[in-house]
């Protein structure tokens, strides 16, 4: 059973910094396609970015993301990462890392295995 365990959110200023770490354990990541979703209070879960394959060729970034964010996969670690850079209020959210055997569009219904989610707050 694949299990999954994100780590590195915290409170960062506007424009900072961040990167998730997604470890997993159970089984190895090579064969999932992986995404990152987000939640803030009051809305719905929505996908940020995913590889969307396990090759990992293809990737899908939400517009409100692109050229900001960067998702990255460590085989060797066993870990998926999510580099955020320029950060900013409205990104503030709980961040979740999912699992899908093979391929799946970057839809959080689509997903089958979730960690417990890494709060991240953007704010001065």
């Known amino acids: 059973q694949l299990q999954l365990v994100e780590s590195g959110g915290g409170l960062v200023h506007p424009g900072g910094s961040l990167r998730l770490s997604c470890a997993a354990s159970g089984s190895t990541l090579d064969n999932y396609a992986i995404g990152w979703f987000r939640q803030a209070p009051g809305k719905e879960r929505e996908g940020v970015s995913c590889l969307v394959s396990s090759s990992g060729r293809s990737t899908y970034y939400a517009d409100s993301v692109k050229d900001r964010f960067t998702i990255s996969r460590d085989n060797a670690k066993n870990t998926v990462y999510l580099q955020m850079n320029s950060l900013k209020p409205e990104d503030t959210a709980v961040y979740y890392c999912?699992?899908?055997?093979?391929?799946?569009?970057?839809?959080?219904?689509?997903?089958?295995?979730w960690g417990q989610g890494t709060q991240v707050t953007v704010s001065s």
């Open positions: 999912a699992a899908k055997r093979f391929f799946s569009p970057c839809v959080p219904s689509e997903f089958d295995y």
